[in-house]
């Protein structure tokens, strides 16, 4: 079985002579159906475009509700000394298993932080540990 590929044919009108056909009449419509249907597919995506809401950002309100979502993210960042986990503590610059541990064990001895500056009791932290880590921690 061989697969053999059509020659192209002569055009019989006397406008084309000479001229080779590439395409039959129903390939040609083919073609034009195809072509139509993305060109309505163009359209219609178009018009979606045209007719989409653009996306607004509403006016936060005063600026005080600004500030107060402001702080509110900051303290989301920061790590809650009084929950904190010593898994979650070596994750603080300086801090690493051993001194994650000491912190925990000293709030299972002496309760909850009352301040970040209560770390200086923690054995194995000292001012500039306590100053690297400061800006990462917080109680509540």
Do not use: C
């Amino acid at each position: 079985m061989s697969s053999r590929i059509p020659e192209p044919r002569a055009s019989n009108s006397p406008q084309d002579a000479g001229a080779v056909r590439l395409l039959t009449p129903g390939e040609q419509r083919v073609l034009t159906v195809l072509g139509l249907l993305f060109l309505t597919g163009l359209v219609v995506m178009l018009w979606q475009y045209a007719r989409a809401t653009p996306l607004t950002v509403e006016h936060a309100g005063q600026p005080a509700d600004a500030a107060h979502w402001d702080q509110a993210l900051e303290q989301a960042r920061r790590l809650n000394l009084n929950t904190a986990s010593a898994v979650e503590l070596e994750r603080l610059p300086e801090i690493g298993p051993s001194l994650a541990r000491r912190i925990v064990e000293y709030r299972q001895a002496h309760g909850r932080f009352q301040s970040t500056a209560e770390l200086n009791n923690v054995p194995g932290i000292g001012p500039k540990t306590l100053q690297q880590v400061e800006p990462y921690v917080h109680v509540n």
